[in-house]
């Protein structure tokens, strides 16, 4: 069961990774765009723009917070501590981290994109995955308090 779930973790990571690689790729192709427009001077320059920019830093550091927090719950679950409230706060804060950062980062994009459906149902597509791992964060803390209470009755 431990070999199926250590499967499964490294599948997991490695589509997170992937999606990562794929983000920066696309992303570093619009910044080059962007680049290009500027030096033109086809597009003025806003504040909003270095705001975005800013925001996009912030949510790419609260993606690889989220990275680090999976990373530990896999380590957690390995090291046989599975049903504890740190692996429930951990499951809340990479469920949160992932629903959060999506929301704020296409809504800002949202302005720039001629098709909106397209890319409001990729964000659906990530927020999905993080109420999912709320969902499943719940479940653990279910699962902690049914502990509890079968540890007090006699």
């Known amino acids: 069961m431990k070999k199926k779930l250590n499967i499964l973790c490294v599948l997991l990571l490695v589509l997170m990774i992937a999606g990562f690689v794929m983000t920066i790729i696309g992303a570093s192709d619009e910044f080059h765009k962007g680049w290009e427009d500027g030096a033109n001077e086809t597009e003025p320059s806003t504040l909003f723009g270095g705001f975005g920019i800013m925001i996009v830093l912030i949510c790419l550091l609260v993606y690889l ?3 680090a927090c999976f990373v530990r719950f896999i380590l957690n679950v390995n090291h046989g501590e599975v049903f504890t409230w740190a692996n429930v706060d951990l499951l809340r804060t990479v469920g949160w981290c992932i629903v ?3 929301v704020v ?4 994009m949202s302005p720039d994109i001629e098709n909106l459906w397209e890319l409001w149902a990729d964000a659906i597509g990530f927020i999905s995955e993080g109420i ?3 969902i ?5 803390a279910i699962g902690m308090k049914l502990k509890e209470e079968q540890e007090l009755t006699i």
């Open 65 to 67: 917070y989220t990275f």
């Open 100 to 102: 959060v950062p999506t």
């Open 105 to 108: 980062m296409f809504t800002i």
């Open 132 to 134: 999912f791992i709320l």
């Open 136 to 140: 499943m964060a719940e479940a653990f």
